[in-house]
């Protein structure tokens, strides 16, 4: 039988829901503590905001009678990431399912815009999700293509974990702890290098396509370059990401929003991340040493790459290189970029998204 251990959770799910719905108790359901922080840590600082709410959390991998039990007698449930067994996972009218998702705005294909086998589990999946948060009008017909999710249960809000670009931050202090981190200058620049992973695996070790020597030689005197690998980038590529030379590996630093916010120009490829970046206005380079393959092979993205990514568009390290050292980086598209992403960039998303379930009937 297909999806027999989601079916399975579904089962468990049922045997708890004679119990009355609790209606100031709100679950997330998440992967690890790590994956909490972001959106869901926004919805439930926002919603201490607004009284004495009790919150649980439903571990996918540590699984426990009582937590089907808080599951199922929780007046709002919000996750960020997919999660199968919901499927089979039938709330009572009361409780309101809410899908916040991880990643910002519209960029490269996913669900079912890039995985057709998926399509059906993500149907069932969304039938027992009321609403699904995203940042634009403008990608409401991407979103509900990939959740395979009717369009009216969409609800551009906002993106919560952006309200962390509005408060107030000690930008001096986080980049001094940075710097003392990594044995950094703070003197220099930030260059923060993140790429994507990619399926084909000769292409996820950038240093065979970075010349660090020559990158250090033209640009070392203003700046440290910071790389940041994908964490799925362990399941495809084998062997060591790393080089001699003058960089510093800041993939294992805690919090991505602070080295966005430190940095002075991102160099990334098809990651989302520059979505995020762009708000705040700074450079945006495109390292696509492997752009052919990468459309041929992976999956694809909503709009035209080349037309549409709010800085220039880079193949090799020597047009890397020119592009920060002329100071060409296209800047003029950024604004346009992100009004297509955000309708509101205001510190205000996770209010916006807590009014609005707490003023829902059900």
Known sequence: MKYVKHRIY???FS???????KKNKITFIIDS????????????????KRGNFEFDFFYK????????????TSRYVFLNDNFFPLAFMNFKDD?????????????????ASSEVESRQILQKASKNTDFL????????????????????????????????????????????????????????????????????????????????????????????LALRLHPKIKNFYSDDISSIGDYVDCSDYPS?????????????????????FAMLGRPVVFFTYDFDSY???????????????????????????????????????LSGFVRTQFDEIDGKSSARVVDFLLNCEG
């Open 256 to 276: 991505e929003q602070e080295l966005l916010l430190i940095t002075d120009i991102l160099i990334t490829d098809y990651s989302s991340i520059m979505i995020e």
């Open 33 to 48: 503590k790590q994956s909490f922080k972001g959106n869901l840590d926004y919805i439930k600082k926002e919603f201490e």
């Open 61 to 72: 991998d540590k699984i426990s009678l009582m937590s089907f039990k808080s599951l199922a």
């Open 133 to 224: 948060i995203v940042s634009s009008k403008n990608i409401i017909d991407y979103y509900s293509e990939a959740f395979q999710i009717p369009k009216d249960k969409i609800r551009p809000l906002g993106l919560p974990r952006a309200d962390y670009y509005f408060e107030n931050h000690d930008v001096e202090a986080i980049k001094s702890r940075f710097c003392k981190r990594y044995n950094v200058s703070p003197d220099k620049k930030i260059i923060l290098y993140a790429p994507t992973f990619r399926d084909e695996e000769k292409f996820n070790n950038v240093f065979d396509y970075l010349d660090l020597d020559s990158f250090n030689d033209a640009l070392g005197e203003e700046y440290v």
């Open 15 to 21: 045997l708890f829901k004679v119990f009355p719905i």
């Open 95 to 111: 409780t309101i399912v809410t899908q916040l998702w991880h990643a910002p705005g519209a960029f490269k294909k996913f669900g």
């Open 295 to 333: 459309l041929r092979e992976e999956r694809g993205f909503y709009f035209d790459f080349e037309s549409t990514v709010p800085g220039p568009i880079v193949n090799d390290s020597s047009q890397l290189i020119d592009v920060i050292v002329n100071g060409d980086f296209k800047k003029d598209k």
């Open 10 to 12: 579904g089962a468990l």
